[in-house]
């Protein structure tokens, strides 16, 4: 599995960008724009071909989920802490509707205790960030973990064959794509690359 983050600033062209990565195989996007207000999201949205809005995961204004019918939603770290006792019913009102639903970690202990069944989680950082500035790599095994573990954090071509050794079950890019001056050649380069280590 192959997921994409988006980048927090807008990009030029990036709706155009994101159309051609769908077309190119891309199967899952993590819409991450936390700058953006609710109207703002939406006119992102209406950007992307609808026939893709299925590969589409969001991280804020989780409704939209149901208005663009996308794949699913994301939890960051700080909003499954506040929801606390509510947890769990807003994960299960999500997945029974027939949304994916995930969420972020920082430390593999940590995931490795959550009781919540999330569809998958990102794990980050793996690798020094290639987006984030003095982002420290951690290097995380994680294989003894019985979960479906995104790594996220320095994914790059090179990196990968590595990450899934740590035992990952995917990869999470976002600077190996949007930093790169062709982002369509580099997700198709990161594509062959992973196919290639899970054969």
Known sequence: MILLIASEKDL?????????????????????????????????????????????????????????????????????????????????NYRDKGFTVSSSFHEPEALSDCKIPFDYCLLSPVFTSISKQGYQGKGFNIGHVPKKIIGLGGIREETIAQTVALGYSGIGVLGAIWQSKEPIKSFIRIQQAYRACIK
């Open 12 to 92: 030029e062209n990036e709706t155009a960008h994101l159309n051609q990565l769908f077309k190119a195989g891309l199967a899952s996007y993590h819409f991450r724009k936390p700058a953006k207000s609710l109207e703002e999201c939406r006119r992102f949205l209406d950007l992307i071909d609808s026939e893709y809005h299925a590969r589409i995961v969001t991280h804020g204004f989780h409704a939209l989920a149901e208005e663009y019918t996308l794949k699913g939603v994301h939890l960051k770290e700080q909003l499954r802490t506040d929801l606390k006792e509510g947890l769990l019913p807003y994960v299960q």
